[in-house]
């Protein structure tokens, strides 16, 4: 068999296309390089949109579209970074503004002044950028590269892990002694997810990753996380993160004068604050005074409220605080996301919106209600309090994820986990339980870099474990388009074959979505 210019057939003038291969397609493999500008298999897009990312020795980059795709993903990679950097500092700068405008105690103790916020804000901004944008663009160099000298098939399995490796230290042009152990833990979280999915897959680890498609793992995993977050977050502040630790103590509901006093209790400390509580109170309109031999702290958590009282109050006003979270969340996505769709159906986008900022605004406030039930219930139980029985009331708080939508609710338990192993792996180093390293000052970037080599690979290599939605935004970062039998008219061929054929791949990929851990 010749090519189209009269030679024979090599490996590189013919279609590696899975369907092919699969013996999807009768008679032997298509021959590109002929007139005919699509491949009568896959339609196959034209040469020049072929990256190299996925192996496919079908069609050589030339040296300018190489660099074009780097520049591209340096650039997209940038716009990312800078703009949700840029957007948090906004977001931050304007409700600075607002709470200056209504306290003028706020005024007195204010650290920076506008200006020198707004400078740190462009400053974290463009750091953001430079980190990302360096991120793509040395992932994508490294890619080309490696392909060009090792060829891109030979190298299709690892390219993309070694890649993502060399490229993970971009994480240090956010500041060389910013520490970012919660951002890395979270990598590395989703990068241990798409492992799972992955194993799920396979016939060697299959049944040994079975258990991670438990239905309700989420909520488990978030009952875990609850359990360290919330236990700190009354025991030991210092170990979460500024952001976080103000985060928690707005919608925890509760004055710093009443946590210490449950601290105080729970560690069997000597009370010192009584009076601070007592203070606060009266200053609510509630004359109460406490005894000192307390063996239960719900007179300093709910003063003369009684527990499923203050359950109720609590959820309603924490109701309130929680709308003014999650409004933007929902609302902002659909006016940028869904401004065409607005004009043909606005009452039903809206209407979506307003929905789901209505159901996570209650999960919000049932989990934060719910902690303190827990704990109250399980106090009057046992008669005491102590460390175990906080870490115990705080467990089935996470049980209020049940609330939100099933697709959200592996995001919000992950997100929750990265924090609740930095919190606990800070409470183990304070305590002597964990060597201080000297030669390793940057866990967090050697984190990161691992998580990303992971991912990378995975995404180059096990497409499907991804869900669409990230998965656009990384073709659309890295510049690589679907492979040709993702063309949704090749994805039709091979859906009717397979299905002829009752393969049972679907079922494996299925199994693999229904991952939860």
Known sequence: MLSSDGGPVTDYDRCFCPAVQNGDFPGEACVHGSDEETCAHCAMAKPSFCSSSFGFD?????????????????????????????GLGLFS???????????????????????????????????YGLFLGTFAGTFCSLDEIIGSLGGHRRTARWRALVAGLVAGP???????????????????????????????????????????????????????????I???????????????????????????????????????????????????????????????????????????????????????????????????????????????????????????????TARSSLFLSVYCASAWMWTCLLFRIFKKCNIPMVAMGTFPTGLALAIEKKSRRIEISLYCFARAIESFFTCMADAGYLPQSENLKRADVVIFSISTAIIMHCYAQERDVFRSKYLNVLDWVFGVPPSPCETPRCKNSCYRRNEDSGEDSSQQLLEASRLQI
Not at 59 to 70: A, C, G, N, P, Q
Not at 98 to 126: G, Q
Not at 326 to 331: E, F, Q, T
């Open 58 to 86: 079908l069609i050589r980059l030339t040296d300018s579209e190489k660099l074009r795709r780097i520049v591209l993903a340096s650039a997209k990679g940038f716009s990312i970074g800078a703009g949700l950097k840029g």
């Open 93 to 127: 700068i304007l409700v600075r503004l607002r709470r200056r405008r209504s306290s003028s105690a706020t005024r007195k103790v204010e650290v920076f002044s506008n200006s020198e916020a707004i400078s740190l804000a462009i400053k974290e901004t463009l750091r």
């Open 170 to 228: 971009s994480m240090l042009l956010t500041g060389p002694n910013t520490q970012h152990t919660g951002l890395a833990i979270y990598i590395l979280m989703r990068a241990a997810v798409l492992a799972s999915r992955c194993g799920i897959k396979s016939k060697r680890f299959g049944r040994i990753c079975k258990p991670l498609t438990w239905k309700h793992g989420d909520i488990f995993l978030m009952c875990l996380s609850s359990s360290q």
């Open 230 to 356: 919330l236990s700190a977050y009354i025991l030991k502040q210092e170990s979460l993160p500024p952001s976080y630790k103000s985060f928690l103590n707005k919608h925890g509901g509760k004055d710093a004068a009443i946590l210490q006093g449950v601290k105080e209790i729970a560690t069997g400390m000597v009370f010192t604050n009584l009076e601070a509580v007592e203070k606060y109170y009266k200053s609510t309109g509630i004359d109460i005074k406490l005894d000192p031999k307390m063996k239960v702290p719900c007179t300093i958590i709910h003063g003369k409220q009684s527990c499923g009282g203050h359950f109720v109050s609590f959820l309603i006003e924490a109701y309130k605080r929680a709308l003014p979270v999650y409004l933007p969340v929902y609302l902002v996505p659909a006016l940028i996301v869904h401004r065409q769709g607005l004009l043909k159906r606005p009452y039903r986008i809206l209407g979506k919106g307003l929905l789901g």
